[in-house]
């Protein structure tokens, strides 16, 4: 081939991969997805995986926010986020989720659980060890419009007796990360154990952040992320080690551990 028109048709390959390029990293191709949520992952204070959700989008009929555990079809555990997939409608997305929480050895939950307001365990406020019960611990729960909080366990068990909460979904695990702005009081800046951890926060610009360390952190640098990073006032611990699972797909992550209840953003694309 002679040299002018091997010189041509290389320019040629650059010239259309540079404008496949640009056409890629145009940010208004992924502008409505993350004016919603988004996931990405961190390099500093340690390595990370956060996605979050807006609260004004989950005030929509397009998102939600919801809990998993059982198949409908014969009331076991789903286990697997493959499972959770296969069993969402046609009409559905599963945008990202993470483990919801901590269950025993039958994938049961262990603390008050509440999913489309049918409540299926009761508030759990008793002692014992643990990090569930590494007072205090404390419940993530949201109301049928979407409303997200995370509330102490005592706390949210005067709201229930009071008639003030009305839980659609909720979840409880412990301990808690973060406490109306200050770190879990049992939570010691030298401490040595180290972990990969997974929880939830509610925070001040108006998301919902969900975290997975990419890397073993010790609770009181888990907590510090939340309440410094991110701004979360509260945040709550959801589990670590090998229950700490996350599905992310626009980071390419798709975790394949068993788990209890899950929790995870829905889009309705009707």
């Not at 180290?194 to 952190?217: H, M, T, W, Y």
């Not at 709550?236 to 394949?256: N, R």
């Amino acid at each position: 081939m002679p040299s002018s028109i091997f010189t041509l048709s290389l320019s040629t390959i650059v010239l259309t991969l540079g404008l496949s390029a640009c056409q890629q990293t145009n940010p208004d191709a992924v502008s409505s997805d993350t004016d919603s949520w988004s996931c990405q992952t961190k390099d500093t204070p340690f390595t990370y995986s956060v996605c979050r959700v807006d609260a004004t989008a989950l005030a929509s009929e397009r998102y939600s926010l919801q809990l998993f555990w059982q198949s409908s079809d014969n009331n076991e555990p789903l286990l697997t986020f493959d499972a959770l997939l296969a069993a969402l409608p046609n009409n559905e997305t599963l945008n990202f989720a993470m483990n919801a929480g901590m269950y025993n050895e039958n994938y049961a939950p262990i603390g008050y659980t509440v999913i489309e307001g049918k409540e299926l365990k009761s508030l759990n406020t008793k002692e014992g060890g643990g990090n569930f019960h590494l007072l205090p611990n404390g419940v993530m729960w949201w109301d049928k419009a979407g409303n997200v909080q995370i509330t102490e366990s005592n706390a949210l068990d005067e709201l229930l007796t009071e008639g003030k909460a009305q839980p659609w979904y909720a979840t409880q695990s412990g301990p808690m990360l973060v406490i109306n702005n200050e770190i879990h009081p049992q939570f010691k800046p030298d401490s040595t154990s180290l972990k990969i951890r997974n929880g939830a926060g509610v925070c001040d610009d108006g998301s919902i952040q969900f975290v997975n360390s990419d890397e073993p952190v010790t609770f009181y640098q888990f907590a510090s992320l939340f309440k410094d990073n991110l701004s979360c006032p509260n945040a709550l611990f959801l589990d670590g080690g090998i229950a700490s699972a996350l599905y992310a797909p626009s980071i390419d992550k798709h975790d394949k551990k068993e788990m209890g209840v899950m929790i995870g953003v829905v889009e309705n694309k009707e």
